[in-house]
């Protein structure tokens, strides 16, 4: 296993950055704050690159479209929840791909007089 846990043949789309309205405060729900977006899908890419075919693989601009559509969507109150959304819609989309993981960062976080670099959820999710 990799640092994903998802297995060796993969496609990574690290650091995408959206701007969205998600949390449990109101003024994150009015103000947006970014969202840096990692996802990584398992699945065997030894065909497309047999073949330079892009049908024997996943288009990952299909998959960076549909996390920024959930990002930029409506608003919801848990990063846990943003993330599960992203995992399922790449696994809805993509019959071929095995496992996605998926890291949502909210950086700059504020707690209190803290802040943090960040807050990180990290979620695995297989047919």
Partial sequence: ???????HDRIILSGMQ??????????????????????AVQLDLQAAGVSDDLSQTVDYSQI???????????????????????????????PTVVAVAVRVTKPGVRLGETILAGSIIDIVRRR
């Fill in 1 to 7: 296993m990799d640092e994903w846990g998802i297995g």
């Fill in 18 to 39: 959206f701007i969205g309205y998600h949390g449990t405060r109101p003024e994150e729900n009015r103000l947006g704050q970014r969202f840096v977006v990692d996802v």
């Fill in 64 to 94: 960076h479209d549909r996390v920024r559509e959930i990002v930029c969507g409506p608003p919801l109150k848990l990063t846990e929840a943003v993330a599960e959304r992203i995992a399922a819609a790449v696994l809805h989309d993509h």
